[in-house]
T-cell receptor, first 114, second 113 residues
């Protein structure tokens, strides 16, 4: 069964800390995505990557960076966490093509910044 | 302009009844895909159904069907015979060329016993 895993389901950090959220997929997908989800706002794209070492900004990249050194792993970094980054973070991956090229999602990380 | 619009923030349905969740989309691409996901309170995103823009027939998956009206740019999800476990957030999404995905703001469905 295909799988996207995220390093933590719940995370509590303090303001100013550097935070790493890890995402790993085992499906050899080219594309990987990081979203944040807030009530009433749906899923908003932070960054996506279409290949190793390649990345593109999404709708809300400010305060975040990403790293993709290996095809299966896509990391989201909060350089200096702030309280307004308290949110649900979802990672997803998708192949370039296929019959139903949908996104496969990880279980999500609920991040609280105090 | 919003790429995906879901106009129903919350919906209620009686158990065993059918319910339609609305979704309209905006694209100038000829080739695109439309998806519905379910998100229970646990937070996981569960894929429900897919419709390709060139598919002539409406997609169906068990109790889920997608009412695809291309000219109106709508892709409504129909859930038949609602169950208590259907209570969740439902998101409509679209994939355009270049691996761009867009999501609506979601509809919260509550199934009443």
């Amino acid at each position: 069964d295909v799988k996207v895993t995220q390093s933590s389901r719940y995370l509590v950090k303090r303001t100013g800390e550097k935070v790493f959220l890890e995402c790993v997929q085992d499906m050899d997908h080219e594309n990987m995505f990081w979203y944040r989800q807030d009530p009433g706002l749906g899923l908003r794209l932070i960054y996506f990557s279409y290949d190793v070492k390649m990345k593109e900004k999404g709708d809300i990249p400010e305060g975040y960076s990403v790293s993709r050194e290996k095809k299966e792993r896509f990391s989201l970094i909060l350089e200096s966490a702030s309280t307004n980054q308290t949110s649900m973070y979802l990672c997803a991956s998708t192949p370039d093509s296929g019959r139903a090229p949908r996104q496969f999602f990880g279980p999500g990380t609920r991040l609280t910044v105090l | 302009a919003q790429k995906i619009t879901q106009t129903q923030p919350g919906m209620f349905v009686q158990e065993k009844e059918a319910v339609t969740l609305d979704c309209t989309y905006d694209t100038s691409d000829q080739s695109y895909g439309l998806f519905w996901y379910k998100q229970p309170s646990s937070g996981e995103m569960i894929f429900l159904i897919y419709q390709g823009s060139y598919d002539e027939q409406n997609a169906t998956e068990g109790r889920y069907s997608l009412n695809f009206q291309k000219a109106r740019k709508s892709a409504n999800l129909v859930i038949s015979a609602s169950q208590l476990g259907d209570s969740a957030m439902y998101f409509c999404a679209m994939r355009e060329r270049g691996n761009q995905f867009y999501f609506g703001t979601g509809t919260s469905l509550t199934v009443i016993p």
